[in-house]
């Protein structure tokens, strides 16, 4: 579910959770993403088994993050940033 979005003819900005939106994103369509993982055991953003910052473990974390990094990969230009 996105909570907000703004769509123009020259960027697009989400305000969603990564896992819904990133699948639907076109392979090498970003030039530019700003996003901050929530770390494992930093905070704690909600309840929710689905949220990064809930992973039981170091180990998990990692392996729900390998896929963040494969997907923004996918969908980022090459040469392009993610910061």
């Known amino acids: 579910m996105t909570k907000d979005q703004l769509i123009t003819d020259k960027y697009a900005i989400y ?3 990564c896992m819904e ?7 090498e369509s970003i030039d530019l993403s700003i996003y901050s993982p929530p ?9 929710s088994e ?9 180990e998990q974390f990692l392996q729900q993050y390998e896929f963040l990094v494969k997907e923004m990969s996918r969908i980022t ?4 940033i993610n910061a």
Not at 21 to 27: C, D, G, M, Q, R
Not at 39 to 47: K, P, T, V
Not at 50 to 56: G, I, P
Not at 77 to 80: A, H
């Open 50 to 58: 689905r949220d990064f910052s809930n992973c039981e473990n170091k």
């Open 15 to 17: 305000n969603s959770d």
């Open 21 to 27: 939106v990133i699948p639907a994103l076109e392979k």
């Open 77 to 80: 230009k090459p040469g392009r």
């Open 39 to 47: 770390f494992a055991g930093l905070y704690s953003y909600s309840s």
